[in-house]
């Protein structure tokens, strides 16, 4: 079911090329990239008519197309936003990734709505094939679209804060370096600051102590004890909501001093 070609499937009825008639030999390939792009994946299909052939065996013919059609009808009549879903990651850009929702209807999760702490590309969270839960953002029922949102799922500013203490020393992994200091990651949804150093980059491992968590400013100081080796792929993701519809999803804690930093999923698309 989920593949990099679910999103822009070939059809054999439709011309190869804007203006053009696909030739036979332009469908048959098409069909053949279709067939070998789905070896030994699963996939949905409609089962719209039985035949026998020459020697009297039965003989299905299936359509891709109708199952998925069905299966957008079906979640665009019940999923709204909020509705949290189980999705599995088919392909992986810079701006975002591709989520098949089920039957191979594709969503899309932009890079800003993966996690609270910011990454260059969602390979630093994602893997093509795995399966993660997602939540629905928006729903456009006439361009019969549905975008998705992840950062909701991995918990709040204080959850994610309630599993390190001051006087800790712990692997964190470098987002952003300013004049003033690097952002270092210790959780998806959780970044602390640590001082200026020059020897950081974007992407590095480190080890770093825990000097001090301030929920009123939602901050963590942090001092780098030493760079460490990259991981060999993105750590188990742990989320904190897995299943059910958000309404309002709000990260800051309890007393922070600023505007509430949070999520309102009540508003639908036309």
């Known amino acids: 079911m989920p593949d990099t070609t679910c999103f822009s499937p070939w ?17 048959r390939g ?12 699963p996939a949905c299909f409609l089962v719209t008519a039985l035949r026998a052939d020459e020697k009297g065996a039965p003989t299905a013919l299936l359509s891709r197309r109708a199952v998925q059609e069905r299966a957008m009808d079906f979640f665009l009549e019940h999923l709204r936003p909020g509705s949290v879903v189980t999705a599995v990651v ?9 989520l098949d929702i089920g039957c191979g209807i594709v969503a899309m999760l932009l890079i800003e709505h993966i996690s609270v702490s910011r990454i260059s590309h969602p390979k630093e969270r994602f893997r093509p094939g795995q399966k993660i839960l997602a939540a629905v953002r928006s729903i456009d029922r006439e361009k019969r679209r549905i975008t998705m949102t992840h950062k909701e799922l991995l918990g709040t500013w204080m959850e994610n804060a309630s599993w390190f203490h001051p006087g800790e020393t712990v692997r964190g992994e470098v987002r952003s370096v300013k004049e003033y200091g690097s952002f270092i990651e210790l959780a998806p949804n959780l970044s602390g600051l640590a001082d200026a150093r020059e020897d950081l980059r974007p992407g590095d491992g480190v080890s770093v102590y825990i000097k001090s968590i301030r929920p009123e ?4 100081k942090l001092q780098v004890i030493e760079k460490l080796p990259p991981l060999a792929e993105p750590e188990p993701l742990r989320y904190q909501i897995t299943d059910g519809v958000l309404d309002r999803w709000v990260y800051s804690p309890a007393g ?4 509430a930093v949070e999520t309102v999923f009540t508003a639908e698309d036309p």
């Open 11 to 27: 059809e054999a009825s439709r011309p190869a090329f804007p203006g053009r008639r696909s030739s036979p030999l332009d469908q």
């Open 30 to 41: 098409q069909r053949d990239i279709a067939v070998l792009s789905r070896v030994g994946k």
């Open 90 to 98: 088919t392909h992986l850009e810079s701006f975002g990734t591709f």
């Open 217 to 220: 400013r939602m901050k963590i």
């Open 256 to 259: 922070y001093e600023k505007s």
